[in-house]
Structures are given as structure tokens and as C-alpha cells.
């Protein structure tokens, strides 16, 4: 008989404590899909990922019976589709109402792969898919939609920085009736991850198998309550041991679902991302693990440290408790979904400035962040070039998934619902970067060595 | 394959006859049982052979849910895989 106070303790992270597997990611390569006629192109999409995910929400929904672990969301990534659209041509738009169809069709909550990979130039296809993004975007539910203008090899595309920063404005005044929703559903990346289950970022990169599952687990709820009853005495050493400890318990059950999911659909097991990645739930917050950590408010001095020893705590924990790690893996500190980020931003003791400074040591970026309505593209292409930046040089991922509140100023508030939460309008900077995101070009990638 | 069913809620006479009773209907055969009572909570862990299970473990599941529902109880009934993936390496 196993020990009655794990058993409790395990339940106790579910009821209480917010544990969750936040999503089962099915990435399917679309490759084989292409084809020289858009029309037959789309069908052929419609036929595989339809034959492939029939029964991931079904599996979905029984494993989280059987074991009695919540899993969120069902999700589907796909290869970029600026590949399919090079090999067809015609309108990308067609491409985000098949992925659409699929969506409704299997079930699933999100559907990711509207994509294009730029960081070095545009091949064809490429300016054609991000142009349609803001349409794609407004005229379906379930697409999500990420382009890669970095890496640390390649530098940094400044001219699809110009280019995106139109494109995030435009999807927020589409749909600005709507809580200008289709900006939340546009990631642009530097060093994108090709094997990432969570959205709106996800794809299904060409180094990918044909079909795989990734898991993303969560559970910033269970770190907290973890951290919660540990003296406030204790070292910081001790602390990062608490964390590594409780992210172990929690990947392993990621782990145990991916690997059942894998089994049960007969598609090979990709990986297990081991983030913490926070709900709008009251308690399921990134940002009260810091203050837990020892913060009156996140966003005061010591966040980036605490957030720093987080990230990398969550790391050490979970890559034992997996065979396969991969994605994002890290904190997220996405602002609206995050009850204490929320919070934080609404007290003033979390501003965008500081934010950018806990993104270079967290898993993502700029994440769910709502700014005030009259800011320019350019202004936007500078706070994407700043985050690639910090990316670019640090050999991580960073993103920007911002929504610019249209009609809306500093102080006001999106609500977007569901998981996304709702955001209080940041306040950014009046001065204007124009002259520089006009220049385009490239950014050359940095040296990899004399590093200081 | 086994399956953990836990208790827990405020004490009262007959949880373990209405738990076991839903059990043998069920055909889930007792293997050990524990209680303990939990920040004056009573607590109750069961460990049950789900082989012969007379039907979908998603259904006793749910059947169990309601009944502890049904009794101010809360009930889980889980795959013994989780604890032991989360607990044992």
C-alpha cells in the first residue's frame, strides 16, 4: 500500500492547488500535404489532420478520468504553413479556414502552424502568410498564428520587424469590437522552439517527426503552496530546493500522461514542457511565487533574481523527472493571465520596463501585455526588435504576444476571458523609434565568444 | 491494474460500508484500506483491484463522485499510476 499522506498530498495539488496538465499538443507535419493547387492542398490538410487527431480529445478526456488530473486543453500544431502556401501560392487565408474546419471538427481548443520562419529573409510564401495573419486571425476562432524574425545565429530581421509591428496593430483594430482578441493569438519569436505545445506560438517544425504528442504541464499553484509553508528564514538555496522538488512531482505526471496519451493514440511521445505557466485562477500565479519568495509586490527590486532562480529551479526539477524535455520550459509571465501579474500592473509596481527585465531570464517574453491605443507600429516593431534583442544575445527564446487596446488609454482594461484573462492598459514610452525600424535590414547575429 | 479511491470530508457513521457496498457492486475487489483523520478531516484511502471491473473505469469514476456527493463526501477514484509516478522513482 502506497503512503496515505502522498496520496492526499497529490489530491491536494489538484483541489486545491491548481495542479493540471495544461495541454496534450498533437504536432502533425503538413508537408506531405503540399501540393501546387492550393484547393487540393487544403484537402489533403483536412484529411490528414482530421484522420490523425480523431480521437486526441476523446484520449484526452478519458485519461483525465481515469487518473483524475484535469488536462485543459487538447491542441493541435501544424507545420508552417508559409511552406504549404510557398509550394501553392494562392490565398493563405484558405489555409486558416481548413486549420479552422480541423479545429471544429476533432474538437480541439487551439490549432497553431500559421506560421512563417523569417529570421534570416523571406523565401516565398513567407510575406504572403503575414499579411493575411490579421484576417486569418479575425475571421477564425481556434487558428494561432507566430512568426520567427530572430535567432542567435542568424540575427535579427529588422524588416519583418517593420513588418509584424503593422501586422500586431492591424489584428488589434480588426478586432477591436472584440476586445481586439486576434492580436492575443499572434507570438512573434527570436529562437522559436520547433517542438513547443503551448499557444499561440505553436508549430510543428520540418526537424519534427510526422506525427507526435508534446505535453505542457503547469502548476504555479502547487510551487506557491509549496513555498507558502516554508519559513521565511530559510535561504535561498533551500527555497530553489522546494521548487525543484515540487516541479519534479509535477512533470512526472506529465510525463506518465504523455506517455499514456502516446500510447493510447499510437503516435510517438515528443516531449514534456516543463513550464509553469499560470491561470487567471486566484492562487494559480507566477507572480505570487515570487512574492511567496520573499516580494512585497512582483515587479519590485529582487523579482528578476527570484524569477531567474525560479526558471532555472524549474528546470533542474523537471528535466529528471522526463525522458524527452523540450518546448519553452520555464516560467511563464504572461501579464493577463496571471492573477498576480494582473495585480501587479493594475498597483503600478509592475511596469513594462521591468517586465522587459524579468523576460530576459524567463521561458518566454513579453506575454499578454495590453497597451494603450494610440501606440504606433513602429512603437511596437521596437518593443519586438528590444525583445529579439534580449533573445538573440542570451541564446534563448523571447516573444512578444502584445495587444494594443484599441480606443482604449493607460489605466483602462481588456477583458478577453477563459484562460487569456483580462489586461490592464501598461503605460510605454512617448519616444519614437521610427527613424531606426524605417532602416530595415538585419541585425547581424552575435558573436559567441568575448562574452561579457 | 488498481485503482486508489480516496475519501474525504467531514466523519459520519457507514463511509466505509457505503464505499465498500459501491466497490462490490462494482466489482472492484478491496485490497487495503487506511483512514486517518486530517486537520479534522476524515480521510479514507482505498486500494482496489479494478481487473474485473463490471464497467468503464470512467463511469465508476463518476458514479463514485456523485455518490460521495450524495454523502457530503468528496471522492476521487484514480489510476494507482499517478501516485506512483509522482511519488516513487
Known amino acids: 500500500?502506497?503512503?496515505?499522506?502522498?496520496?492526499?498530498?497529490?489530491?491536494?495539488?489538484?483541489?486545491?492547488?491548481?495542479?493540471?496538465?495544461?495541454?496534450?499538443?498533437?504536432?502533425?507535419?503538413?508537408?506531405?500535404?503540399?501540393?501546387?493547387?492550393?484547393?487540393?492542398?487544403?484537402?489533403?490538410?483536412?484529411?490528414?489532420?482530421?484522420?490523425?487527431?480523431?480521437?486526441?480529445?476523446?484520449?484526452?478526456?478519458?485519461?483525465?478520468?481515469?487518473?483524475?488530473?484535469?488536462?485543459?486543453?487538447?491542441?493541435?500544431?501544424?507545420?508552417?504553413?508559409?511552406?504549404?502556401?510557398a509550394a501553392s501560392g494562392g490565398d493563405p487565408l484558405k489555409y486558416a479556414h481548413t486549420l479552422e474546419r480541423c479545429a471544429k471538427t476533432v474538437g480541439v481548443n487551439f490549432i497553431g502552424g500559421f506560421t512563417a520562419l523569417v529570421q534570416k529573409?523571406?523565401?516565398?510564401?513567407?510575406?504572403?502568410?503575414?499579411?493575411?495573419?490579421?484576417?486569418?486571425?479575425?475571421?477564425?476562432?481556434?487558428?494561432?498564428?507566430?512568426?520567427?524574425?530572430?535567432?542567435?545565429?542568424?540575427?535579427?530581421?529588422?524588416?519583418?520587424?517593420?513588418?509584424?509591428?503593422?501586422?500586431?496593430?492591424?489584428?488589434?483594430?480588426?478586432?477591436?469590437?472584440?476586445?481586439?482578441?486576434?492580436?492575443?493569438?499572434?507570438?512573434?519569436?527570436?529562437?522559436?522552439?520547433e517542438d513547443n505545445p503551448f499557444m499561440a506560438g505553436a508549430f510543428h517544425g520540418v526537424g519534427e517527426a510526422d506525427c507526435v504528442i508534446n505535453v505542457g504541464v503547469s502548476g504555479p499553484g502547487v510551487v506557491r503552496a509549496a513555498l507558502a509553508k516554508a519559513d521565511k528564514t530559510l535561504p535561498m538555496h533551500e527555497i530553489a530546493e522546494i521548487i525543484k522538488r515540487t516541479a519534479f512531482?509535477?512533470?512526472?505526471?506529465?510525463?506518465?500522461?504523455?506517455?499514456?496519451?502516446?500510447?493510447?493514440?499510437?503516435?510517438?511521445f515528443g516531449i514534456v514542457d516543463l513550464s509553469l505557466a499560470p491561470t487567471?485562477?486566484?492562487?494559480?500565479?507566477?507572480?505570487?511565487?515570487?512574492?511567496?519568495?520573499?516580494?512585497?509586490?512582483?515587479?519590485?527590486?529582487?523579482?528578476?533574481?527570484?524569477l531567474a532562480m525560479l526558471n532555472d529551479a524549474v528546470k533542474k526539477g523537471g528535466v529528471m523527472a522526463s525522458n524527452r524535455v523540450g518546448g519553452l520550459s520555464g516560467a511563464f509571465i504572461p501579464v493577463s493571465e496571471d492573477a498576480g501579474m494582473i495585480e501587479a500592473a493594475r498597483s503600478g509596481h509592475l511596469t513594462l520596463t521591468k517586465l522587459e527585465a524579468m523576460t530576459a531570464v524567463c521561458s518566454v517574453g513579453l506575454d499578454m501585455v495590453v497597451l494603450p491605443g494610440d501606440t504606433s507600429a513602429e512603437t511596437l516593431s521596437g518593443i519586438i526588435a528590444d525583445e529579439a534583442a534580449i533573445g538573440m544575445v542570451n541564446s534563448k527564446t523571447t516573444a512578444v504576444r502584445a495587444i494594443v487596446a484599441i480606443g482604449k488609454k493607460a489605466g483602462e482594461e481588456l477583458n478577453f476571458g477563459g484562460l487569456l484573462g483580462s489586461g490592464p492598459i501598461m503605460d510605454i514610452s512617448q519616444s519614437s523609434c521610427k527613424v531606426m525600424i524605417d532602416r530595415g535590414g538585419q541585425i547581424p547575429a552575435p558573436l559567441q565568444s568575448l562574452k561579457n | 491494474m488498481r485503482a486508489v479511491i480516496s475519501v474525504i470530508g467531514k466523519d459520519m457513521t457507514g463511509i466505509l460500508a457505503k464505499v465498500s457496498t459501491e466497490c462490490a457492486n462494482a466489482n472492484a475487489n478491496v485490497i487495503e484500506v487506511s483512514q486517518t483523520i486530517l486537520q479534522e478531516m476524515?480521510?479514507?484511502?482505498?486500494?482496489?483491484?479494478?481487473?474485473?471491473?463490471?464497467?468503464?473505469?470512467?463511469?465508476?469514476?463518476?458514479?463514485?463522485?456523485?455518490?460521495?456527493?450524495?454523502?457530503?463526501?468528496?471522492?476521487?477514484?484514480?489510476?494507482?499510476?499517478?501516485?506512483?509516478?509522482?511519488h516513487r522513482i
Not at chain 1, 38 to 67: F, N, P
Not at chain 1, 259 to 265: D, P, Q, T
Not at chain 1, 292 to 303: A, F, H, K, R, V
Not at chain 2, 62 to 86: S, Y
Open chain 1, 1 to 85: 500500500m502506497m503512503n496515505v499522506n502522498e496520496i492526499l498530498e497529490t489530491i491536494r495539488m489538484i483541489d486545491e492547488d491548481y495542479l493540471d496538465v495544461r495541454t496534450i499538443t498533437m504536432g502533425i507535419s503538413l508537408l506531405d500535404c503540399c501540393d501546387s493547387d492550393i484547393d487540393t492542398s487544403c484537402e489533403k490538410i483536412y484529411h490528414k489532420i482530421t484522420t490523425k487527431a480523431k480521437d486526441l480529445v476523446k484520449v484526452g478526456e478519458s485519461i483525465e478520468k481515469e487518473y483524475g488530473i484535469p488536462i485543459i486543453n487538447k491542441r493541435i500544431s501544424v507545420t508552417p504553413i508559409a511552406m504549404l502556401v
Open chain 1, 121 to 193: 529573409g523571406f523565401s516565398a510564401g513567407d510575406r504572403e502568410l503575414i499579411a493575411a495573419i490579421p484576417q486569418a486571425l479575425a475571421q477564425t476562432e481556434h487558428v494561432c498564428a507566430s512568426v520567427n524574425i530572430g535567432s542567435t545565429k542568424a540575427g535579427i530581421n529588422m524588416d519583418a520587424v517593420k513588418m509584424l509591428g503593422i501586422t500586431m496593430l492591424t489584428c488589434a483594430e480588426i478586432t477591436a469590437d472584440r476586445d481586439c482578441i486576434g492580436a492575443a493569438k499572434l507570438v512573434v519569436f527570436c529562437n522559436a522552439p
Open chain 1, 249 to 268: 512531482k509535477i512533470t512526472r505526471m506529465g510525463q506518465l500522461v504523455g506517455s499514456v496519451a502516446s500510447e493510447r493514440l499510437n503516435v510517438p
Open chain 1, 280 to 306: 487567471p485562477a486566484i492562487g494559480d500565479s507566477v507572480a505570487y511565487i515570487l512574492e511567496e519568495m520573499g516580494l512585497e509586490n512582483c515587479g519590485g527590486y529582487g523579482t528578476t533574481a527570484c
Open chain 2, 42 to 86: 476524515f480521510a479514507m484511502v482505498m486500494l482496489v483491484d479494478i481487473d474485473k471491473l463490471n464497467q468503464e473505469l470512467t463511469d465508476f469514476a463518476d458514479h463514485m463522485e456523485r455518490t460521495g456527493k450524495a454523502m457530503g463526501m468528496v471522492i476521487h477514484v484514480m489510476h494507482e499510476d499517478i501516485f506512483q509516478a509522482m
